[in-house]
DNA sequence: TAGATTGTTAATCGATTAACAATC
DNA sequence: TAGATTGTTAATCGATTAACAATC
């Protein structure tokens, strides 16, 4: 079992904790602010106010990411802004299939954020004869049943379905099966995918509906 | 400084963690997926698996909601579902103000999660004079210059940004003003809000950013 | 009854915060 | 130098999970 040539056990640096990744962008976002003001060094105070969390928070994931700052100056945030861009990954650049060129769909695919130099349309889907054949954000949106043909030999990094929910869990399993690793899901409904491909699920009614649980008293009367 | 009429303190009832809040609109979703397929009573496990949590976990928020099911059994699938809407305050109905309608904000006005029986759109506005006066998912869009005489006797719930990024902070300041007490931005910028006042921030881009990120290893050859 | 599944407690795990010596 | 602020440790807090008696 154990050959000579194996592999030596990699020191596989400590993945970082999920909660910190998931304040990444958030940090990349706030820097760009501060950019844009002329803000050439900042506090981990400053940040930490800009994103809603305590300073000891912004010190701590720095530092698992293994940027630092200086003492009694705070950290550069041209270099700090990099350096985020580095570890996401946001320095390859990745193509977007979008399936589902609804009014939601649309805006994705205008999307500023949606189009970057880290993110390009990689294509778009539809199934509506009105929708296939348009051109969408400088697309041309293609029938999703061509999916295979459509994207042979330049597979999307990441597969974004903006369908209604009674297609979604079709749509990603034909994802998946193509080879899509990576899927952001708008639809309204649970999906599953297998354990090797990524998932993110984001219900835009969800945030509401949160917004109303925490506003219930004032409707309320109370 | 305790007078005698003074109200009782109030046995509170301990606030929901935000961890159940923000799973509430997930149960709900999955419960209404489950009923359309006609079950009558879910499992907590199987309930657990549709929303990619442990099973202890659902058992232990429903038994916090005061909810129960019944022992070798499960919980009743269309009282829970009830169950969850009254708590979440669904029962109530809520008027939406959506600011920027681009691709965006328009994709949001015909958002099927956003016009339920608990929401409703209660103005939508602009400042693009190509916009302003069009009809938008039924409703005409107003110059949000002219957001008070609009508003006025019919206080939106909430406030709904999706605005470019420049434009947010000062649309926050003027709902605000007004007197909006729950906000959802969609801009990709840092907001403040006074702390009376409930601020959610969602950035479609993050999303993506995230999935870079848990995907570098296959892009770098790795 | 036997099997399934809840409701709850105690244990664990992970995330956040306070605090402060180090040092720019 | 004096003041500001990092980098890191230890303490705390909150969220998740395992386990199981209760009971339908």
């Known amino acids: 079992m154990h050959g000579h040539y194996d592999a030596a056990p990699q020191p596989e640096p400590a993945a970082l904790a999920p909660a910190t990744v998931q304040r990444m962008p958030q940090y990349l976002r706030a ?51 990099s350096q985020l861009e580095e570890a996401l990954g946001l320095t390859q650049s990745r193509s977007i299939a979008i399936v589902g060129i609804g009014h939601l769909g649309t805006a ?57 929910p009674n297609a979604a869990q079709y749509v990603i399993d034909r994802l998946v099966t193509v080879g899509v690793r990576s899927i952001l899901c708008f639809a309204s409904t649970t999906v599953q995918v297998p354990p090797q491909v990524n998932l993110r699920s984001v219900d835009l009614s969800h945030e509401l509906q949160i917004l109303a649980f925490y506003n219930r008293s004032f409707k309320a009367g109370s």
Do not use: C, W
């Open 108 to 164: 994705l695919a205008n999307h500023p954020g949606f189009i970057t130099r880290s993110f390009s349309i990689g294509g778009l889907f539809d199934v509506n004869p009105a929708v296939v054949g348009t051109t969408v954000a400088g697309s041309r949106v293609r029938h999703f049943e061509d999916l295979e043909s459509v994207v042979q030999g330049a597979l999307p990094d990441i597969g974004v379905v903006a369908t209604p």
């Open 31 to 81: 820097l760009g602010d501060l950019e844009n003001q002329g803000a050439r060094t900042v506090s981990s105070e400053v940040l930490a106010d800009l994103i809603g969390v305590n300073s000891s928070m912004v010190r701590k994931d720095l530092s698992l990411l293994g940027f630092t700052g200086t003492r009694g100056r705070g950290y550069p945030v041209a270099t700090l802004a």
